[in-house]
């Protein structure tokens, strides 16, 4: 079945005008009249969403028919259909680079069909081009970033790769320091943190502020924050009382070092490792 024989079906079955059904899809007349006479000059997905939404069903509607015929109308000599429609989305080889893109139905449009490769080569930043592998995930059709320093992988959506490709937003989730709460803010004025990728945890690598009394960020960036890395207090003479909340796993070398002026630190019981340096020259220290 084509595109003319669908809309043809489905004026019968609605029983309604065609100016009416122009209207219901978002079309004018005269491109309705034009797709009944055998152009195909919209993508399928406008009508069949109105069919869905009507409780219309055209037996014998065979979805790759119609969607191959739209492609090999308006992108013949660029895109070649390689696949059946699977999970919502068409199989697509690109003929200038041999590339196959897995392209979403309802991005089937003039403008948004997207090879993948191209788009890289053509408009990608250095960051997008040489920190990440990307490749599309032929399951989901999204689009899959390695990012080569962690190796760790997310996913962006097809509809908005281009665009934050464009405005230079990619960034890889896992290795990102920016403060994205008003509170993350404050721990960064006191803190320099170091992101754990595999764990998905947070590490206070220096202490960078000034007071007598320090609480501990339990959480950052939306993980926690677990370690305290080595020399992260070395010799700050300032330090009085520190308190570490639950959560904490490990107190590293020399994290402590020399805060002659600390007199009391709450070491959480999930703290099962300190490192026996930790706490070294530490004259006024009472541990609780």
């Known amino acids: 079945m084509v595109l003319s024989e669908l809309v043809k079906m489905a004026l019968h079955e609605l029983n309604i005008s065609k100016v009416k059904f122009a209207q219901a899809v978002g079309i004018s007349t005269t491109t309705l009249y034009r797709i009944l006479e055998g152009e195909s000059l919209i993508p399928p997905t406008n009508i069949l969403e109105y069919l869905k939404k009507e409780n219309i069903e055209i037996y014998e509607l065979d979805y790759n028919d119609i969607y191959y015929e739209y492609i090999f109308q308006h992108y013949g000599n660029e895109y070649q259909w390689i696949d059946d429609i699977q999970n919502g989305c068409v199989s697509l080889k690109h003929n200038s680079c041999g590339k196959v893109s897995l392209v979403p139905l309802d991005l089937i449009t003039g403008k948004d069909i997207l090879c993948l490769s191209c788009w890289i080569e053509k408009y990608g930043t250095a960051t997008v081009k040489y920190d990440y592998e990307i490749v599309q995930n032929m399951e989901t059709g999204k689009i899959e970033l390695t990012h080569n320093d962690?190796?760790?992988?997310?996913?962006?959506?097809?509809?908005?790769?281009?665009?934050?490709?464009?405005?230079?937003?990619?960034?890889?989730?896992?290795?990102?320091?920016?403060?994205?709460?008003?509170?993350?803010k404050l721990w960064c004025e006191k803190f320099d943190f170091k992101f754990n990728p595999l764990e998905r945890t947070y590490t206070i690598k220096k202490?960078?502020?000034?007071?007598?009394?320090?609480?501990?960020?339990?959480?950052?960036?939306?993980?926690?924050?677990?370690?305290?890395?080595?020399?992260?207090?070395?010799?700050?003479?300032?330090?009085?009382?520190?308190?570490?909340?639950?959560?904490?796993?490990?107190?590293?070398?020399?994290?402590?070092?020399?805060?002659?002026?600390?007199?009391?630190?709450?070491?959480?019981?999930?703290?099962?490792?300190?490192?026996e340096t930790a706490f070294d020259n530490c004259a006024s220290l009472k541990l609780n």
């Not at 190796?151 to 994205?180: A, D, G, W």
């Not at 007598?212 to 339990?218: E, G, S, T, V």
């Not at 890395?229 to 590293?252: L, N, Q, T």
């Open 150 to 184: 962690c190796q760790l992988s997310h996913f962006v959506r097809y509809k908005s790769f281009k665009k934050r490709v464009k405005k230079n937003e990619i960034v890889c989730p896992y290795c990102t320091s920016k403060p994205i709460t008003d509170s993350d």
């Open 207 to 275: 202490y960078v502020a000034y007071s007598k009394r320090i609480i501990l960020p339990k959480n950052f960036n939306n993980c926690p924050v677990t370690r305290v890395d080595r020399g992260a207090f070395y010799k700050d003479e300032d330090i009085e009382s520190v308190i570490i909340p639950e959560g904490y796993i490990e107190i590293g070398e020399k994290a402590f070092y020399g805060c002659t002026n600390l007199k009391t630190i709450k070491i959480p019981t999930s703290c099962s490792k300190i490192d």
